[in-house]
């Protein structure tokens, strides 16, 4: 019995791995055993022909014909990923149905599937294919009474009334250029927050963007309605090394594609003879996205002996963490058992109870170095003291801890320095610093404001003053600040930066000392060398008049 069918709009979903310009379909009926592409169904006859035939489902992989199809980009499957191409009574020796029909009648429960890896597969039955569609077969049915729409026969391109027919219509892909860093640019820091600045054309709308340094993925970020041009900003602290970073940009279409690659380096800085700037932290640069595990997740300060703070851990100094608002991301530090026993440390936060949390208590086995996580999420702008807390149960380590917040589109790297030879400073002297701002993305004067605040670690402030001025490209100044109302202790002073809709963060540790001899090396040393000095005149004096007196009573 001649059956004819009609299938109308029927739209196959695919999945997209990656980027391609065109592509166009191509399908014949061949040998089951020639098909070198990809097998869409299988095709027989009574007579071991194709005309008029029952067809197959392609796991079954027995009928002597297959309807094998390919595209010029990308691939084809049999996998059903979407919406269904066509429906079979059976497995094998199956009438077929069209892929969207309801009923009257039964639903066949085999499907019949065509998808692609990139770009969108539409078909219909029509009379003839109009241009642009690929004739993938025609069918004939005589059930009248169902819409000629099921329990069909299978034959050559227009060898019945109708024929099935598919587009391959190609999506373009989006074009990712890097922009800052450039090629081949030196940063000299110790930790550099790099602003990793791209440019998305040639896509109207994008799903998300990732940022890889070195092959790992660092940063990725949902960037929807993407304009043409628009710049999207990505930061990331990184430490001394060289680095190759590109970006990754996907449409909603899933189309992805990759930018270029450009390498970097970060440079240790090297010590003047008058003394390095030593202490600053945080600053701003431009940024996108989450913070998902960061590669500097490590504490950006000194490492000391355990034995000057603690009689059996080895710690970080001082903890500086810097970080984006509403963000959640971790950090850690090192700590090391100094002991010949096994110790269990517990971790405690004082100050920051809302910023940052910690797991379960740690063992760590005499001389081992362990790494501890903090789990981070700044809920506010600012600068954020307290401290973190490492106890056994009979002792514990109190770690000064900062948390430099700012927003992730800012277009600033920002630094308030102390020199390392001033970061101890007689009470009522004053406390010299050095604030550096550059403009890492569009070179245009911005007028910003900023706050400078002094403050211990339970959180009080000593001093805070506000200022504004504008800056256009760089700016760089000296500034002082009063230490006469501030007690013996350590401190932190703090920079904030302001535009408008973005804010940042930089800070550097001070300690405040009582006597000028503490504070002042070289007037000790003149003092140790004086008295020096004056034994030795003693004690030659000593020696000599003993002499004297020797030779006055051979005299007698």
């Known amino acids: 019995m001649r059956k004819r069918a009609i299938i109308v709009g029927i739209l196959c979903s695919l999945f997209f791995l990656s980027a391609l310009v065109s592509a166009s379909l191509s399908c014949s009926i061949t040998t089951r055993a020639g098909c070198t592409n990809t097998s869409v169904l299988y095709i027989q006859n009574d007579s071991g022909g194709y005309e008029n035939a029952h067809v197959q489902n392609v796991s079954v992989n027995t009928y002597a014909h297959a309807l094998c199809c390919s595209v010029d980009s990308g691939t084809l499957s049999s996998s059903c990923t979407g919406s269904?191409?066509?429906?079979?009574?059976?497995?094998?020796?199956?009438?077929?149905?069209?892929g969207n029909y309801t009923g009257p009648g039964a639903v066949y429960n085999?499907?019949?599937?065509?998808?692609?890896?990139?770009?969108s597969l539409s078909c219909l039955y029509a009379p003839s294919c109009s241009a642009g569609y690929t004739c993938m077969g025609s069918f004939a049915?005589?059930?009248?009474?169902?819409?000629?729409?099921?329990?069909?026969?299978?034959?050559?391109?227009?060898?019945?009334?109708?024929?099935?027919?598919?587009?391959?219509?190609?999506?373009?892909?989006p074009l990712v250029t890097l922009l800052n860093p450039g090629a081949g640019v030196a940063y000299e820091a110790e930790t550099q927050q790099v602003g990793f600045q791209f440019n998305v054309t040639n896509s109207s709308t994008l799903s998300n963007c990732t940022l890889s340094v070195n092959s790992i993925l660092l940063n990725s970020t949902t960037v929807p309605n993407t304009t043409v041009g628009?710049?999207?900003?990505?930061?990331?602290?990184l430490g001394v090394g060289t680095y190759a970073w590109n970006v990754s940009c996907t449409t909603v279409e899933g189309v992805q594609n990759t930018s270029s690659?450009?390498?970097?380096?970060?440079?240790?800085?090297?010590?003047?003879?008058?003394?390095?700037?030593?202490?600053?932290?945080?600053?701003?640069s431009s940024g996108g996205g989450s913070t998902p595990a960061s590669t500097s997740s490590t504490n950006e300060s000194t490492v000391v002996r355990a034995s000057d703070r603690s009689p059996f851990l080895e710690v970080p100094e001082g903890l500086s963490f810097s970080v984006f608002i509403n963000v959640a991301t971790t950090r850690s530090f090192i700590v090391k058992n100094l002991r010949s026993y096994t110790v269990t440390l517990t971790v405690g936060i004082e100050g920051l109870d809302d910023y940052l949390s910690v797991g379960a208590p740690l063992t760590i086995q005499p001389g081992e170095e362990r790494e501890i996580t903090l789990a981070v999420k700044a809920l506010r702008e600012g600068l954020l003291t307290g401290m973190i807390l490492l106890s056994d149960g009979s002792r514990q380590v109190r770690i000064p801890t900062v948390l430099n917040i700012r927003s992730e589109n800012f277009l600033f790297d920002a630094g308030i320095a102390i020199r390392s030879e001033g970061k101890r400073v007689v009470q009522g002297d004053g406390l010299k610093t050095q604030i550096n701002l550059l403009q890492v993305g569009p070179k245009q004067k911005v007028d910003v404001v900023a706050t400078y605040v002094i403050k211990d670690f339970s959180g009080k402030i000593y001093l805070e003053e506000t200022e504004t001025f504008y800056v256009l490209e760089s700016k760089e100044f000296v500034k002082e600040f009063d230490t006469s109302q501030l007690p013996e202790g350590t401190y932190i002073l703090g920079l904030e930066?302001?535009?408008?809709?973005?804010?940042?963060?930089s800070s550097s540790q001070f300690e405040v000392v009582s006597s000028s001899l503490i504070s002042s090396p070289l007037l000790l040393g003149a003092i140790v060398g004086g008295l020096l000095v004056l034994g030795s005149t003693i004690i030659g004096l000593s020696l000599w008049r003993r002499r004297s007196i020797h030779h006055l009573v051979h005299r007698r």
């Open 497 to 505: 930066i302001q535009y408008p809709g973005a804010f940042a963060t």
């Open 84 to 98: 269904t191409l066509l429906r079979l009574t059976n497995m094998t020796n199956a009438h077929l149905q069209v």
């Open 261 to 284: 690659t450009r390498s970097f380096t970060i440079t240790a800085p090297v010590a003047s003879s008058g003394g390095s700037s030593g202490g600053s932290s945080g600053g701003g």
């Open 110 to 119: 085999v499907s019949v599937c065509l998808a692609a890896s990139v770009g």
């Open 141 to 173: 049915s005589s059930d009248v009474t169902n819409g000629n729409l099921t329990d069909a026969h299978y034959g050559s391109c227009s060898k019945y009334a109708f024929n099935l027919c598919c587009i391959h219509t190609a999506v373009s892909a």
């Open 230 to 237: 628009a710049v999207n900003l990505f930061s990331h602290y």
